[in-house]
C-alpha cells in the first residue's frame, strides 16, 4: 500500500492523525529535536530511544507543558501518553517487537 508521511512537531496528538486516507497508509514522524529524554544516539534502534520507560519519564516531567500544548486543560498522564504515541499501549507492543527483532 503506498503511503503518506506527515511531519509534527515531538508533541502532538497523533491520535488525530488517521491510519488511512483513501487507499494510502499515514504514517506520522516529528521532526523537532527530544533532548535527554530520546537520545539522537543513532546507535538505538526506535524500540530503544521510545521505549515505555524514556516516555514515562518525559510525561512525569512535562505533562503541564504537553496539556498546554495540546490545549487540552487537565489532561492526565494517560492521556497525555497515548496523545504523544497514537495509542500507548500499541505503542510499547511494537517497540518491544523491533527490540527482540533486531536482538536476532
Known amino acids: 500500500m503506498p503511503a503518506i508521511f506527515c511531519r509534527t512537531p ?6 488525530w492523525a488517521p491510519k488511512q486516507f483513501k487507499n494510502y ?6 521532526c523537532s529535536r527530544s533532548g535527554k529524554y530520546f ?3 543513532r546507535s538505538l534502534k526506535f524500540g ?3 521505549s ?9 516531567d512535562h505533562l503541564k507543558l504537553i496539556s498546554r500544548t495540546l490545549k487540552r486543560s487537565g489532561l492526565n ?5 497515548d496523545a504523544l ?3 500507548f499501549k500499541e505503542h510499547i507492543e511494537l517497540c518491544e517487537k523491533l527490540i527482540e527483532q ?3
Open 10 to 15: 515531538f508533541i502532538f496528538d497523533k491520535r
Open 25 to 30: 497508509s499515514v504514517d506520522s514522524w516529528h
Open 39 to 41: 537520545p539522537a544516539d
Open 48 to 50: 530503544e530511544r521510545y
Open 52 to 60: 515505555a520507560e524514556n516516555l514515562n519519564r518525559f510525561v512525569d
Open 77 to 81: 498522564r494517560i492521556e497525555a501518553l
Open 85 to 87: 504515541t497514537g495509542g
Open 102 to 104: 533486531n536482538k536476532q
